[in-house]
């Protein structure tokens, strides 16, 4: 089989891609329904409910469980990637996230006081997730896996 092929019918690639892209369109529909804004834009950001983040490496750990089983080397590295990477958004990245806010208030109360030449962008907040986003993108990824590994 060649490369392409091969990498076409990963089905455990494609099922963490696909439920990565599953929670960002869930996403921009939450904001629609809570919100009630349309933005589409909002496919594209980090951050926000559900993590797509946790359902990429959720669906991904589940795959290998359901295939190799919970005893195999493969699933222990799998599982360990994605308590990394569940760890990194709900810790560091959430953490960057607050210190974005602040430093963006910093800057709207210095803008106040300073007069002129003093026009500095604001940084980006939504850059990590609480627990309760990485917690519905781990059910959503583990639910991916399992409509991908036993179900289809």
Request: no cysteine; proline share 3%.
């Amino acid at each position: 089989m060649n490369s392409l092929a091969e990498l076409l019918a990963n089905r455990w690639l494609w099922t963490a891609v696909l439920a990565s892209t599953g929670a960002q369109l869930l996403k921009v529909l939450l904001i629609l329904l809570f919100d009630r804004r349309w933005r589409p834009g909002a496919f594209m950001e980090t951050g926000g409910m559900p993590s797509s983040h946790s359902a990429m490496v959720a669906a991904l750990s589940t795959g290998v469980a359901l295939s190799e089983g919970v005893g195999s080397p493969l699933f222990a590295v799998a599982a360990v990637f994605s308590l990394i990477v569940m760890y990194d958004a709900t810790g560091v990245r959430h953490s960057s996230g607050v210190q974005a806010r602040l430093l963006n208030e910093l800057i709207q109360e210095l803008s106040a006081v300073v007069r002129e030449g003093f026009a500095p962008k604001p940084v980006r907040v939504l850059l990590g997730h609480t627990y309760l986003e990485m917690l519905a993108g781990l059910l959503l990824g583990i639910g991916a896996g399992f409509l991908a590994f036993r179900v289809l």
